[in-house]
Structures are given as structure tokens and as C-alpha cells.
């Protein structure tokens, strides 16, 4: 049986953090989905087509064995009713810190009574990467600060075109 995974997330924008966990997912099954909501209760700087657009530019400077895995799309609704559409088996989430435990342990158990053929793997971020998230990074960049260590340059472009 073909594993088919999914990594769902908001990306405004990609950092190294999601990076690495896109990189780690590749290791466990065979095509990896990166979904991203076209409708999403959070405030994003980046439209929906802007993300998808960034997250493929990235995508595509990664090894050719990881990025041949890999479908960046943009999907609407319920993340387990797209996990049936496209036969994904597993819903890949990133955990950073202890804190992001209880949402994505409560959003687990939910996806599961949902779709009972779904699990969900958590996978945490390399050390050098679990103090990083999106919403830091926006205000590094609002703040004209240093982001090298956070996103690729592709990234660093579109926030200071963003932030002007």
C-alpha cells in the first residue's frame, strides 16, 4: 500500500522549521501533500496563492529524491475530508514547543473520530529550529530585522516586498 501523506499548514510564510519537517516526512512515505488552506481563520500577510507560490519556490530547491515526493496544493474544508480525496493515510504536524502539545493533541483526536483510517505522526523540529515560528519571523521582517537564520533568501524577498 502506497503511504500517502499530508502536512497542512497556514505557511506565512515557510520557514526553516517547516523545512526540515517536510524533509523528515519525505523519509516516511512515499508522495507528501503540502496543504495549505485556502480559507483559514488565521490573519495571513500572504494570500493563499501567494503561499503555495512561495512553498513551490522553495520546494524546488530541495534534492530532486525529496522534492519528486512532494505536491504543494491549496485545498478548502475539512483537512480529513481532503486526506480522503487525495487516499492520504497520515497528517504530518510539527511540534515546537510544549505548548503547541495540546492544540495538536486535541486537533489529532478530532481528525481521528473524523476519519478513523487517518493517523497523525508528530514530528519535532531539529533543536536549531524549534524557537522559530511564522508569526516571529513577520515581525523580525516588519521590523527590518536579520532573517537569514530563519527562511531561505526566496523568503526574505517576499516579506521585504511586503514590508516596505
Known amino acids: 500500500m502506497k503511504r500517502i501523506g499530508l502536512y497542512p499548514g497556514t505557511f506565512d510564510p515557510i520557514t526553516f522549521g517547516h523545512i526540515d519537517i517536510i524533509k523528515r516526512a519525505t523519509n516516511i512515505v512515499d508522495s507528501l501533500y503540502i496543504g495549505i488552506p485556502s480559507i483559514n481563520k488565521k490573519k495571513t500577510i500572504f494570500s493563499s496563492t501567494e503561499r503555495v ?73 531539529d533543536i536549531e529550529n524549534q524557537i522559530i515560528s511564522s ?16 527562511v531561505p533568501n526566496i523568503v526574505i524577498k517576499a516579506l521585504k516586498t511586503k514590508f516596505k
Not at 60 to 79: E, N, Q, Y
Request: aromatic share 10%.
Open 53 to 125: 507560490s512561495l512553498v513551490k519556490k522553495v520546494i524546488a530547491t530541495l534534492p530532486v529524491d525529496i522534492r519528486k515526493k512532494i505536491k504543494v496544493v491549496s485545498f478548502s474544508g475539512l483537512t480529513t475530508n481532503y486526506c480522503k480525496k487525495i487516499s492520504a493515510n497520515i497528517i504530518f504536524r510539527g511540534l515546537r514547543v510544549v505548548s503547541d502539545f495540546e492544540y495538536e493533541f486535541q486537533l489529532a483526536g478530532m481528525n481521528h473520530k473524523l476519519n478513523k483510517s487517518l493517523e497523525t505522526v508528530f514530528l519535532m523540529a
Open 135 to 150: 508569526n516571529f519571523v513577520k515581525e523580525i521582517a516588519n521590523l527590518k530585522g536579520d532573517l537569514m537564520q530563519f
